[in-house]
């Protein structure tokens, strides 16, 4: 076993070597741009791009030509909330979204407020699933869209899209999907969910970075977007820019791997995944699980250990790549909104780890990751004032701390 | 962020980690911080004739507020306890190398120590307030 160990597969993912394979052809000899329609460079890039949007398609059941090529998710889900805001906007103004979407959801909401748009954030469940009636109820006859996540990228909560979806339909409201944590994790069905807009990207299903892809139907309805850039006119002109043709033969590739292998893969990933979860739950007590105990990504563990700082967690196990919701570093010293979003207390906030497993996690891994969380936590408890007043048998809640 | 040399070796190597029984003759306690936000800091120190013979922390924190913690109970050893007022959170800053997002961890430790003087102190009084109070019962 190699160390450091990694384990903060939300964050990113390696390239898959069959991925780089793929690609590495397409930064020398064949490095036609794919708009060149007058030579046999640009025709072989066309047919390459063109094969990579079929493998992508393929993936979420879309037709290649209801894809948008961008930088990532983040400009995917600008695109869609801006774009869309724009087009619309003399119908309505009014959008629903949810308090525990990623920051690429939630900051161009908060842009859009700035213009005067309403923006709803539903609250979301303990579990952290976005209650379907709780959508239906906040719709106005203003709201033009309801933009939510597949799945949370913290704690791994898959939210009821497919039920939203019927809803959306029955409104005949647009809905966007950030299905970045989910495409390529779960099977991930754009009819079946009944979305009409969705988010994702490359380096999170074992591709490269800086690309990804906004689905945008095409039928029933016809989804239009005012666009972002304006140039060349590519992407059905919803995003101009030369297409990045070795980025998108990578992100085509990861897509085909991970439509052929997810059903196993996501079966071994999760096997670690409870594994994990009980060899730490069997040797630790007070240790919450963050998130929905069954709707949950395969490869996510959120565990809060009572008593312990997250960030002083990592610190002591610092060959195994994790994450924390504790924000000791940040400026605001708030911990992870999503986990306050759940009602969460902002002490457990400050304990939560963040445990991401993928393609390239291993049983070997995963036992030495117990047996040092497990003495980690315990050294950081030996030191705790607060696991020794919970001992005495102190209520915490009850004492008045100096709040600072 | 990369942590300094210092810091993990506060971390990794805590000195004085432990509690005194907070009843127990010459022992004052601080504790600061609250769960919610992140840190709570308990200082401890055990005085003879004005001087801190003892010191000791338990620390819910990150890092460096563990190490900040760690090295003031190194510091207090030795001290009188108008010496121990002095030390400023500045020094610890110094001495670890914290970085500006670490420097709260070090105003925690300064106002531990601080808590754990005043709270030596007001015991103090109370004990010789009760021993007056026992020799004038006695002389009247």
Known sequence: MKLPIYMDYHSTTPCDPRVVDAMLPFFTEKFGNSASRNHSFGWESEEAVELARKQIARLIHADSKELVFTSGATESDNLALKGVVEMYRQKGDHIITSATEHRAVIDPAKALEKKGIKVTYLSVEKTGRVNPDDVRNAITDKTILISLMLANNEIGTIHPIKEIGKIAKEKGILFHCDATQGVGKIPVDVQDLGVDLMSFSAHKIYGPKGIGALYVRRKAPRVRLVPMLDGGGHERGMRSGTIPVPLVVGFGKACELCEQEMATESIRIAAMRDRLEEGINASLEESYLNGHPTERLPGNLNISFAYVEGEALLMGVKEIALSSGSACTSATLEPSYVLRALGVGSDLAHSSIRFGLGRFTTNEEVEYTIERMIKAVNHLREMSPLYEMAKEGVDLKTVEWAAH | ?140
């Not at chain 2, 913690?69 to 002095?86: D, F, M, P, V």
């Not at chain 2, 106002?111 to 006695?138: F, L, W």
Request: charged share 30%.
């Open chain 2, 1 to 140: 962020m990369a942590y300094s040399e210092k810091v993990i070796d506060h971390y990794n190597n805590p000195r004085n980690m432990g509690s005194f029984r907070k009843d127990e003759d010459g022992v004052g306690t601080g504790i600061v911080g609250a769960p919610e936000c992140g840190d709570v800091m308990k200082v401890q120190i055990r005085v003879e004739n004005d001087t801190i013979v003892d010191a000791k922390f338990k620390t819910f924190g990150c890092g460096s507020a563990i190490a900040s913690s760690s090295l003031a109970t190194e510091w207090l050893k030795g001290k009188t306890i108008e010496e121990a007022r002095q030390i400023k959170n500045t020094e610890i800053v110094e001495e670890l190398n914290l970085p500006p997002v670490k420097i709260h961890c070090s105003v925690l430790a300064e106002d531990a120590i601080k808590a754990a003087v005043n709270d030596y102190k007001k015991k103090a009084e109370e004990v010789s307030r009760k021993e007056e109070a026992a020799v004038s019962v006695s002389a009247s």
